[in-house]
């Protein structure tokens, strides 16, 4: 007998403490297929950040540093600049990349380091409890915004990919969703090819991942997959943002 | 009459500040400070205050704004925990340079690394040195009458100093008591109207705030900071037995609990203070002269009460719930050895490190800790000047 589908060697045999419905746990799955894929399994560095993937570096089967809030951008370039032929990559929500760390993020790609970002958007902070983001939509409700996010005291909704497009030192810039298998399917290429331009091009890439909080959003995990689809993907389109480095 | 209530030290704090209502709030959220912010955002939304609340990015732009609101002629509150505290850190500096009344709960938790959310003491410790006010709450009563006070205290003209109101992290942050509130007048009448005597953009008074001040000025102007801390300890005091005119409780720079007569003490701050109590009103029963100094004002630290307090003990135990690296002894102990110093009588004291990264304190080690006490009166001998409680060693 065959074996067809079986936990990636990468992936360490313990259960999550993710919500159902999270995203969080598929994007994993993806990296650490790829870290088997790519046979880089013992090459490859993770920074987690602060937020509801603070413990992945219980789920995944390689060496990874657990920082402060928002600066895994700064601790990877200490990494790679020392360890260069290692595979690095930064794992980071919306809170932390997009709200705390974005001067971290901003200077790590403009300065071109060449390491790979894995940005998880669920529009809010879903470790404290959802309150509102950088990322959060208009008129989402929040735990701090609990009529709706309003333009005129909270400001609009960050586009990071968009951002950070028209820095040199950028190489790829891709947003992408886990709602639906093609597009599970899709990330797992784009995330795949952000570790080629590191590996292949030393060059810096992000990934940026529209990823359900079932839980924060107060929706059942398909309802959940139905508001992305609805209200997320409209503002944050799926598209490749910026390639100046397109793969053979 | 005001009304009782259940509540949880977040949401007594939100509570506080709503009967407060700043003009600005500029909040990053932390876990366990989180529902402070969350509870009054609910009360921005429904209009029930009128304070500008800013979403901002990190504790770091949190200060700064408050700064900014604070210039402006605003009073302006922030709240955090741990390293949000720490990010914190340099505008904390800053906000007590200038002399601007902001007024922060602070919600205790152990500082990474390790990362950790529960409770000590080495975020509000650590940040003793910054100018800030420090004011310790036993309890949720203790954090809604603190954070009252403090705003009285902080736009004293005398002070004009921010004050940090701590409470410890889901011990008293999300345990439910009881609570009793004043009525929204009577705090209304209580805390006045703040007004900056040197606002931004008044333009008869026009003013530069922060500017350069190097070998030619720094010095006097650390110099007034330091007298106006030292003259915050008469204000609380002043706004403590003001405050006992509206609810009935009095607050001192420190608690002294049962120390009539008491020959065995311990001195500590925050939730532990009531596990303390629960200890020396049993021991009392059986006989033994057991006392509790309670920490309120940290900032300015009170030496003369404390000293006073402590002199007729023939053994006290400080109680830290946090570490100075390679200081002998805790924040809490160093002060008060130090103040026990004039004394003509040497009182024994000794030091205890516990609860760190939130590890639970219980009945049994407090008394534990006097019966060690118990032992260095009769002996007059110390065996170990610092130790540990509650960790496997
Ligand atoms: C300096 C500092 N401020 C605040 C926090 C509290 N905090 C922990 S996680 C988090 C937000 C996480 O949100 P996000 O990055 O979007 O991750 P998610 O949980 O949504 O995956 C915050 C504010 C902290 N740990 N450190
Ligand atoms: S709170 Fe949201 S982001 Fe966090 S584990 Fe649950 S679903 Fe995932
Ligand atoms: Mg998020």
Redesign the pocket.
Known sequence: MRIGFKRPESMRNSPTHYCPGCG?GIVHRLICEIVDELRIREKTIGIC?????VIAYDYFYFDMVEV??GRAPAVATGIKRVQTEKVVFTY??????AS?GTAEIVHAASRGEPFSVIF?N?A?????GGQM?PTTLLGQKTTTTPFGRDAKEAGYPLKVCELLSSLPGVAYLERIAVNNPVNIRKTKKAIKKSFHLQIEKNRFSLVEILSP?PTCWRLSPLESLKWLEENMIPYYSLEVVKDSVPLP | MGKIVGLTGDETAAEAMRQINPDVLAA????PQTEIVQNFSQFVANGVVSTEMIRVE??HSAMSACIGAAASGARAMTATSA??L??MWEICYIAASYRLPIVMPLVNRALSGPINIHCDHSDSMGARDSGWIQLYSENCQEIYDNLIQAIRIAEDKEVLLPVMVTLDGFIISHAMERVEILEDEKVTEFIGEYKNPYSLLDVDNPVTWGPLDLYDYYFEHKRQQIEAIEKAGEVIQRVGKEFKEISGRSYELMENYRLEGADLVIVAAGSTAGTVKAVVNQLREEGVKAGLLKIRAFRPFPVREVSQALKNAKAVAILDRSVSFGAEGGPIFLEIRSALFEEAKRVPVVNYIYGLGGRDIGIDEIKAVYKNLERIAQTKKIEKLVGYLGLRE
């Open positions: 969080h950040p602060v937020g509801c993937s402060a809030h980071q929500g919306d809170g932390d990349l705390i998880i669920n809010t902070y879903g470790m404290t983001a909080c | 990053y959220p932390i876990t990190s504790e390293n949000g720490a990010l």
